[in-house]
């Protein structure tokens, strides 16, 4: 295996932080894309009392886009998010059109 390929069982169950120091959650899951063959997100576990929890309320599995992972080592570094950037992002899904 690669020096930087990771395991799935490697990134499950770790913790995760925003580069800003804010505690979100631990790794659920992991979405792939199989036609690329990349990782395409992760599943946040929110905790109560934890940065997502706070934004997003009792709400489990966040999915959060593998671009925003900055690092994973002994926890899973991800860049931080702002409650306006998750409500512009909700708006937009609730605007887009039904296919």
Known sequence: MPANMKSFSDITRKDVFTNKGSYCGKVMDVGLDLEKFKVKSIV???????FFASMVGDK???IVPFS???SVGDIVLI???????V??????L???PAV
């Open 60 to 62: 489990k599995g966040i």
């Open 87 to 92: 409500e512009e992002e909700k708006e937009m």
């Open 44 to 50: 946040i576990d929110a905790v109560r009392g934890s």
């Open 79 to 85: 860049k931080h998010v702002t409650p306006a950037a």
């Open 68 to 70: 925003m992972v900055q």
């Open 94 to 96: 609730e605007e887009k």
